[in-house]
């Protein structure tokens, strides 16, 4: 069973800094895309940002220029470093990550983590 756990959640103020990480856990298998999510109160969950396999990133224009994900993928982790944090970026960050393991013959799917907190002061 392959599980998503994430930290570096917490309270940040306006214009400061953040870094989530993810840690994908289980064994034999492999990940293609990661990604990062969130979910602002009363707002549906949005995609943040999303990596490749290969490390190529893609963002949401409303954080372009401001965060920055990656991956380590020897290590099985996901990044999101997040610079001069709005308070419309306060939210429940979730990672997830299209998943392959023999549970299910191979076949791709969408597993997450719990989510983190992220609180902004103004």
């Known amino acids: 069973q392959v599980q998503l756990v994430e930290s570096g959640g917490g309270l940040v103020q306006a214009g400061g800094s953040l870094r989530l990480s993810c840690q994908v856990s289980?064994?034999?298998?492999?990940?293609?895309?990661m990604n990062w999510y969130r979910q602002g109160p009363g707002k549906q969950r949005e995609l943040v940002a999303r990596?490749?396999?290969?490390?190529?990133?893609a963002y949401i224009d409303s954080v372009t220029g401001r965060f920055t994900a990656g991956r380590d993928n020897a290590e099985n982790t996901m990044y999101l470093q997040m610079n001069n944090v709005k308070p419309e970026d306060a939210a429940v960050y979730y990672c997830?990550?299209?998943?392959?393991?023999?549970?299910?013959?191979?076949?791709?799917?969408?597993?997450w983590g719990q989510g983190t907190q992220v609180t902004v002061s103004s």
């Open positions: 997830a990550a299209d998943v392959l393991d023999a549970s299910t013959n191979w076949i791709p799917r969408e597993e």
């Open positions: 990596v490749s396999s290969i490390g190529r990133a």
């Open positions: 289980g064994i034999d298998f492999k990940i293609n895309d």
